[in-house]
C-alpha cells in the first residue's frame, strides 16, 4: 500500500515508529492472510530466512506478531512455530460523517473491529457539532495509530480539507486539521466511497474493482490494478454526476439528466434499480472491471431489486452493512503498517 502520510506513526508508541520499511510491511502482509512460519514468510517476501528472523524479532519486539501453535509445514519434518499477528498490538479509530449520524468503530491490528458507537447528528451539522461528537468516542493512547475519517466528497486527500455535497456551510473545512487538534492523534481524512471500497479489498481479493455507494446521493469508490484510485484532484468517482439522459431532469449540480436526477425521478424502485444498473454497465464497459460491489442506504433497502438489474458482471451486497464507510476509514489508518 503506498504510504498516506509519512508521518502518520511518529506521535504513537515508539516502537510502532521504527515499523516502516518495504520489508516489515510486507511480513506483515504476508501474515495477515493466515499463520505463516518463518520459513514460509521466507519464501513468500523473497528474503533469507537470517533477514526474517530479523524483521520478525523487531514486530515481536513491538508486539505487533505473536507466536502461535506448531504448524506442519508441508507435511515432512518437524512442526514448526506459526506466527500471526497480535491483535491487541494496535488499534484504529475509523468514523464515517453521515447525514444524520456519526458513526465510529475502533479496529485492533487485525482490521476487526472490537468497538463501536453511532451518534446522531442534529440537520446542518457544523464541523464543530462533529468534533463534539467524536471526542467522547475516540480515546487517543500510544497503542492507537490514528484516526481516519469518510465523508462525502468532494475533498483534497491530501490536505484533508473538505466541502462536502449536501452540507450547507461546509466549505474547504480544514477537517483533519480540526480533528487532529482538538483529539491529539493523527487523522486521515478521504471520500466515503474510497474508505468503503477500501474495506471490501481488506476482507477479499480484489484487483479492477468498483464499490457503489447508492444513498441519497451515488457515488463509486474505484479499485483500479489493487489500488484506491483517487484521480487528479481526489475527485474520481463521481458516477452520479455523469450525464445518462439529455435534457433529464435537473440535477443539483446544475446540469440535467446525471445518473443521480435520473435515479431520484425513477417513478418505481424497479426503474430506480435500472438506472443504477445502465450506470454500472457504461462503468464497466469504460474500465474493464471484473467486480462491483453495492452497498448504501438504499441497496441495503431492497438488495434483491439492485442484484437482478445489474449487468453481467461478478455483482455483490458489501456483508459489512452500515459499518462498511468507518471500517474502510480505520483501515486507511492501519493499511500504513501493511
Ligand atoms: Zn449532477
Known amino acids: 500500500m503506498v504510504p498516506i502520510k509519512s508521518t502518520l506513526l511518529h506521535n504513537c508508541h515508539v516502537d510502532l515508529a521504527s515499523v516502516r ?34 524483521i520478525v524479532a523487531r514486530l515481536m519486539s513491538a508486539g505487533l506478531l505473536e507466536e502461535t501453535g506448531a504448524v506442519r509445514g508441508g507435511g515432512r519434518g518437524k512442526p514448526r512455530t ?27 491490528l487485525t482490521g476487526s473491529p472490537v468497538s463501536s458507537a453511532v451518534v446522531p447528528l442534529a440537520p446542518m451539522f457544523t464541523p464543530a457539532d462533529v468534533l463534539d461528537a467524536l471526542e467522547p468516542v475516540v480515546e487517543p493512547g500510544e497503542d492507537v495509530l490514528g484516526l481516519g475519517i469518510g465523508i462525502a466528497g468532494p475533498l483534497d486527500f491530501r490536505g484533508g480539507a473538505v466541502s462536502p455535497n449536501g452540507l450547507p456551510g461546509w466549505s474547504s473545512v480544514p477537517l483533519r486539521a480540526l480533528a487532529e487538534e482538538r483529539l491529539g492523534l493523527p487523522v486521515v481524512v478521504d471520500k466515503d466511497t474510497n474508505a468503503a471500497v477500501l474495506a471490501e479489498a481488506w476482507a477479499r481479493p480484489l484487483r479492477d474493482a468498483a464499490l ?35 435534457d433529464g431532469p435537473l440535477c443539483v449540480c446544475g446540469r440535467r439528466g446525471c445518473v443521480e436526477a435520473v435515479h431520484a425521478a425513477a417513478a418505481s424502485g424497479v426503474d430506480a434499480a435500472r438506472v443504477v444498473a445502465a450506470a454500472v454497465a457504461n462503468l464497466v464497459q469504460l474500465l474493464d472491471l471484473d467486480q462491483i460491489v453495492l ?13 437482478r438489474a445489474m449487468p453481467d458482471v461478478d455483482v455483490t451486497v458489501t456483508a459489512f452493512g452500515p459499518d462498511l464507510v468507518p471500517v474502510g476509514a480505520g483501515l486507511l489508518v492501519l493499511g500504513e503498517l501493511f
Open 212 to 246: 457503489v455507494f447508492v444513498g441519497t446521493g451515488l457515488g463509486v469508490g474505484l479499485l483500479l490494478d489493487g489500488e484506491v484510485h483517487r484521480g487528479a484532484r481526489s475527485g474520481a468517482g463521481e458516477l452520479g454526476h455523469t450525464v445518462i439522459q439529455l
Open 295 to 307: 452497498s448504501g442506504r438504499r441497496v441495503l433497502e431492497s438488495p434483491e431489486l439492485y442484484l
Open 21 to 54: 520499511s518495504h520489508n516489515d510491511r510486507t511480513v506483515l502482509s504476508l501474515v495477515r492472510s493466515g499463520a505463516l512460519s518463518r520459513a514460509d514468510i521466507a519464501a513468500g517476501a523473497g528474503l533469507t530466512p537470517q533477514a526474517v528472523s530479523k
Open 82 to 108: 506459526a506466527l500471526r499477528l497480535r491483535g491487541e498490538g494496535a488499534f484504529a479509530y475509523g468514523a464515517y460523517v453521515d447525514r444524520d449520524e456519526l458513526r465510529v468503530v475502533r479496529l485492533d
